[in-house]
């Protein structure tokens, strides 16, 4: 095995801590690899069309079709998508959605924001069926970038406090209020002043902790862990300080699982971090916009820690795919800004949305994909782990359901992030069928569709391992 390489540590940058980078050589050389005239000519008339940005425009391929859990390029290459933008539980164009979006077309394809509908109204009770315990007030908007402005807004108003902590390394969405809570440096990087009050702290990480403890986490990665010693739970103590020591503070906002570089606290943090909001009138605010509806194999992630926040942002998947749709479910006893406009989007009660809103998270009862993301989620942790076991580059394994994150290192013991590694290893994945999403720089994250077949999710796995086989052998530590 090496160490790591000069060339890995001049490339070590904030600006490699979410996606797949789309600056770097080895983009430049996956471009220049297409052989094919109409992907190039696609590209080309984005790239001149198309504002630049990171992780977006220059693009990685052009794409003509997606059916299922594959998308298929303009030459006709399929690949299995285990990224999918979080939108993808029910994979692409599933016909229960498609067929409810049609019929509600045809009916009333828009209502205005002052008039109600049997379709919106339907989905908000469906939604709060499924929450259960008080999440039974809801507020629908077209993102969820804009959901967590809404929670951000009615925090606010129901403690009278302006200041909110979250956790470093988080993302809650690209607007200026989003990145001002989020905790991704590459995303508020040259934005100026933003929104005053945040502070932010470590998140719970049992792999490369701020605060890490002598004794065993490997348990940690698991939701059923309800050790009260579990070895996070000082990190929930850290939120009790600093609510104590800056004062005015009145939400704390977090995803239960972080979707990027997959981060599993145990249950002990979860029930400390309630037990602290509780005691200081702080709402907690759980963004489950890429994880929600069943990547847990819960419908909501905090129900895998027997938590219930006050506030739940959910987006993403919820429009089955197909229509862009999120919601901010709350409880009764904060329902009590009638006179402000926490929202007021255009598109607050879409009959579109809700429809596909609706046929998704009856897909998912009718199909039983609750109990089929936890019977995979065992199927590909021991196919991780038996991974981990041979290759010396994959110094971490973790995830819940059907979300999962192999962290490359260059060295177990310095855990230096293997940033090329990772960068070869998402290029041989797509050159073989499958896409997937590097975060941290170095974080493999696999979230297949939830409707994947253990057939398919085992020939994602061999490409997954037949590619860590040659970047091992590639960079020498095989």
Request: glycine share 8%.
């Amino acid at each position: 095995m090496t160490t790591t390489t000069p060339k890995s540590v001049i490339k070590a940058s904030h600006f490699r801590s979410e996606g797949d980078v789309n600056t770097t050589q080895a983009r430049q050389e996956w471009t220049e690899s297409l052989s094919d005239e109409a992907t190039q000519a696609m590209l080309q008339r984005d790239s001149n069309v198309f504002l630049h940005q990171a992780m977006s425009t220059p693009c990685l391929d052009s794409l003509e079709g997606a059916e299922g859990i594959y998308i298929q390029d303009t030459t006709g290459k399929k690949y299995m998508d285990f990224h999918g933008n979080n939108v993808h539980q029910l994979g692409y164009g599933h016909p229960h959605v498609i067929n409810k979006v049609t019929e509600q077309m045809a009916v009333l394809p828009f209502s205005p924001r002052r008039f109600t509908n049997e379709t919106a109204v339907k989905c908000a009770e469906k939604l709060t069926q499924i929450c259960g315990g008080e999440l039974n007030r809801v507020l629908f908007a077209p993102g969820g970038t804009s959901v967590i402005g809404m929670a951000l807004k009615l925090a606010r108003h129901v403690t009278n406090n302006f200041k909110v902590v979250s956790l470093w390394d988080s993302f809650h969405g690209a607007s200026l209020d989003a990145i001002s809570v989020g905790g991704e440096a590459c995303f508020r990087e040259g934005m100026g002043p933003l929104m005053a009050g945040v502070e932010r702290i470590p998140p719970a990480v049992s792999y490369r902790g701020a605060f890490p403890r002598n004794y065993d986490c490997s348990n940690n990665n698991d939701s059923s862990n309800n050790n009260d010693k579990a070895c996070d739970v000082h990190y929930a103590d850290y939120l009790e300080y600093v609510i104590e020591k800056e004062g005015g503070i009145g939400a704390f906002i977090a995803e239960a699982v972080r979707n990027t570089d997959v981060q599993v606290p145990s249950k002990a943090y979860w029930k400390r971090i309630r037990e602290i909001c509780d005691k200081h009138n702080v709402l907690l605010i759980i963004d489950d916009i890429p994880n929600g509806m069943g990547r847990s194999g819960e419908w909501f992630t905090h129900q895998a820690f027997d938590i219930e926040p006050d506030i739940l942002c959910i987006g993403k998947g919820v429009g089955g795919g197909l229509v862009p749709i999120a919601a901010m479910v709350t409880k009764d006893k904060y329902n009590t800004a009638a006179q402000v406009s926490l929202g007021h989007y255009t598109h607050e009660k879409s009959p579109i949305g809700c429809a596909a809103a609706l046929a998704t998270m009856e897909v998912i009862e009718q199909e039983s994909l609750l109990l089929k993301a936890k019977e995979n989620c065992e199927y590909i942790k021991q196919r991780l782990l038996a991974m981990k076991e041979l290759y010396p580059v994959i110094g971490d394994v973790r995830g819940i359901g059907l979300l999962w994150g192999v962290e490359l290192v260059t060295d177990p013991i310095t855990k230096n992030r293997a940033y090329d590694e990772a960068e070869a290893l998402l290029y041989q994945c797509l050159n073989d069928g499958l896409s997937f999403k590097v975060s941290q720089g170095n974080v493999a994250q696999l979230s297949p569709p939830l409707i994947i077949q253990r057939d398919e999710l085992s020939t994602a796995l061999n490409i997954f391992e037949n590619a860590i086989a040659k970047v091992c052998k590639d960079f020498g530590y095989l």
